[in-house]
């Protein structure tokens, strides 16, 4: 099941269940997701993030929620900012 949230009064989209790997520019403990999501919102380098136990990394570069990866990582998440 593909589960879609956008934050409101956000420019991203994140997805449930998913990761991108590489293209990091930073990696930062945060306890959520949405925390995550507008950390790459109001990074204007970020393109996209990965969210995963606890992990927040802001990412550059294309992307877009069809070339994530399915994880298996419990609790993943990825977005872009659209």
């Known amino acids: 099941m593909n589960y879609f949230f956008i934050l409101k009064a956000s420019k991203v989209v994140s997805k449930k269940g998913c990761i991108f790997q590489g293209n990091d520019i930073s990696q930062t403990p945060t306890n959520d ?29 294309d992307a877009s929620m069809s070339n994530a990866e399915k994880s298996s990582i419990p609790g993943a998440v990825c977005g872009v900012k659209q």
């Open 33 to 61: 997701a949405k925390v995550c999501a507008k950390k790459c919102e109001t990074t204007s380098e970020c393109t996209h993030f990965t969210w995963y136990g606890g992990t927040c990394c802001i990412k550059r570069g």
